[in-house]
């Protein structure tokens, strides 16, 4: 079994709404973090990404399963560890007044972590020439870089952060993307949770995907995607001249008759679960239908995820 930073088995935690009713937030969830690297944690709003970290972190209490971090049992040991942790589960509260460096100074002292880890940690999130500005000046960017720079003033080896792009502009969202980066490189373990599974894709060594509190794949990114079996290819119909919408609909006819999965989208049809593009091409040609473009789609983790998910009723802004 490789080393795990992290390591959840049949974790499982309900709540009752205000009207009595119980509602299953994780169910049987088996996690398994590797140490080193950043792990995408990935799923719809509402699928218990957040219900498992807040119990990783003993803030909420499970009722049922077992948890460990670096091979202690949580929340039962979670002191022996705390220190090896930092996380981001809410927005951050600094003074808006004081400097990012001034926030990060007062922060040290509380924690007993040495001052000489503020500039440190201001260069690692790239913040060090910034530092004497005010933290009312900062981009929304900006000041979740500082957040993940108090997070690093006492040297964890496991980061957690929880959505840590919502509300970010493109750029914004590419500076904490290159940060996250980073820290894995260093050899830190860093666990991001997200509902944006394409922009966790260019981030994440390994990655695992859940859906109704549930886990639904889990490996490297190349595993579960080339392990999803989906194979699609991107078909427009040339040939003869004729009515182009009536020789889409054929085509689609003539393909699921054939036991393949249609969409059109515009002048393309979407094709799932050929063998090989050729078998395309060949079921339309005996129909006398001609292919003008043919163009294997490559998956991602957000194509896959749909796959995974298309018989629980889930979505991506759930």
Do not use: W
Not at 202 to 227: F, K, N, Y
């Amino acid at each position: 079994m490789p080393d795990l930073a992290i390591r959840t088995q049949a974790l499982r935690k309900t709540y009752r709404t205000r009207r009595g009713r119980r509602v299953v937030a994780v169910q049987g969830l088996d996690l398994e973090v590797p140490i080193g690297g950043v792990h995408g944690f990935l799923g719809p709003n509402g699928s218990g990404k957040t219900t498992s970290i807040r119990m990783l972190l003993g803030l909420v209490r499970a009722d049922a399963g077992t948890m460990t971090v670096f091979d202690r049992v949580v929340p039962e040991h979670l002191p022996e560890v705390v220190g090896r942790i930092g996380a981001i589960v809410e927005s951050p509260k600094f003074f808006p007044a004081f400097s990012g460096r001034k926030n990060l100074e007062l922060l040290a002292d509380a924690i007993g972590a040495p001052r000489t880890r503020v500039g440190e940690v201001l260069e690692e999130t790239s913040l060090g020439d910034r530092g004497k500005d005010r933290f009312r000046t900062y981009s929304l960017g900006m000041k979740q870089r500082l957040a993940i720079a108090a997070t690093l003033l006492k040297e964890p080896d496991l980061l957690i952060f929880d959505e840590p792009t919502n509300g970010l502009d493109p750029a914004g969202i590419r500076e904490i993307r290159e940060t996250m980066r980073s820290l894995g490189a260093q050899g830190r373990t860093v666990l991001v949770s997200s509902h944006i599974l394409a922009e966790v894709e260019q981030v994440a060594d390994t990655v695992s995907i859940i859906g109704h509190g549930r886990l639904l794949a889990t490996g490297t990114v190349a595993e579960v995607i080339g392990g999803s079996g989906r194979s699609t290819v991107k078909v427009a119909l040339g040939g003869p001249a004729g009515d182009p919408r009536a020789q889409q609909e054929a085509a689609a006819r003539i393909l699921t008759s054939a036991g393949l999965t249609v969409r059109a989208d515009g002048n393309y049809l979407y094709v799932d679960g050929a063998e090989h593009p050729s078998e395309v091409t060949r079921q339309l040609a005996q129909q006398e239908l001609y292919v003008s473009e043919l163009v294997p789609v490559r998956a991602d983790l957000e194509s896959v995820f749909l796959e995974l998910t298309a018989d629980e009723g889930l979505g991506g802004d759930r």
